[in-house]
């Protein structure tokens, strides 16, 4: 009997095998809220990484805040302003526009960022100078006030998300504790809602779970982690076979405390584009 029938065979099957550059291929689920999470899209796709977005959930600016507008009849009391988030930015941004004889007290108060949010803030408020700690966490906030001789007793106002039917993460208690420590005194201000997202957002979250549609989850805060864990526990479903990528430190550090295991973690989290390289690079070392 001839052979290259059999070798032709053979060779077919070869093809339809997988490669194994395919088989590593990085298939995410976003789980950022809308506005970061399309940030955060168009960074994965500029490394080939294929992407599904759930926002696991809600940030809004609260329209009629008391607590903010009482804050900025407060405000030249302050000597320090603290934004945890580009949404504090937006939701003070919106609440000064309404009182905008409160841009006075802006010239004698300092106010902090971090990361790529330090630009927002110039932009939004047209400003020149902002606080920014070498650290892109609020942390980085904190280290970079302790270096300030003068920084005992200085009033400073956390703007801060509302967390609203979720378990509240780690990150903003222990921001404030932190400034505490530094011997400041700390307002909190709800600045804006977090929430969980919307039910079909949360099924379509499971459906991409259950059918192993994608590879990875992608946490950018501790917030998300609470509601896809909330999400996946409601559906009966594990995320063991998935690969956990994580912005930054912090929300690694959250992740494990709720017993994932963390695979992926950007070490330059000033910017989306340090994540997704984070993410290219541990797929890259596994072809």
Not at 26 to 52: F, H, M, N, S, W
Not at 181 to 191: F, K, L, N, P, S
Not at 196 to 223: D, M, P, W
Request: glycine share 2%; hydrophobic share 40%.
């Amino acid at each position: 009997m001839p052979l290259y029938p059999i070798i032709l065979v053979a060779i077919s099957c070869l093809y339809c095998q997988p490669t194994r550059s395919q088989s590593v291929t990085p298939r995410v689920i976003i789980t950022a809220p809308q506005g970061y999470a399309q940030r955060l899209e168009k960074a994965l796709q500029e490394k080939d990484i294929a992407t599904y977005s759930c926002p696991m959930i809600e940030t809004k600016v609260l329209p009629e805040e008391a607590k903010m507008n009482q804050f900025l009849k407060e405000m030249q009391n302050y000597d320090y302003i603290a934004f945890s988030s580009r949404k504090a930015i937006e939701s003070f941004s919106i609440a000064l526009a309404k009182h905008p004889e409160a841009k006075l007290y802006l010239q004698q108060i300092t106010l902090c960022a971090i990361g790529k949010d330090a630009e927002y803030l110039k932009k939004e408020l047209e400003i020149s100078d902002v606080l920014l700690p070498d650290e892109a966490s609020p942390m980085g906030i904190v280290a970079i006030l302790k270096t300030r001789p003068d920084i005992s007793g200085k009033r400073i106002a956390v703007l801060v998300p509302w967390v609203k039917d979720i378990p509240e993460p780690d990150v903003v208690p222990d921001f404030m504790r932190a400034l505490e420590a530094i011997q400041m005194q700390v307002t909190r201000i709800d600045a804006y809602t977090t929430c969980a997202s919307e039910e079909n957002i949360q099924n379509r979250f499971a459906e991409l779970i259950r059918t192993k549609t994608a590879s990875c989850l992608v946490f950018t805060s501790g917030a998300e982690i609470e509601v896809a864990l909330q999400t996946c526990k409601k559906h009966h479903l594990s995320t063991d076979s998935l690969e956990i990528a994580c912005f930054g430190p912090y929300t690694a550090a959250y992740a494990r405390k709720k017993g994932l295991k963390v695979s992926i973690v950007a070490q330059d989290f000033s910017a989306f584009t340090g994540l997704a390289t984070a993410i290219h690079q541990y797929y890259q070392n596994k072809k």
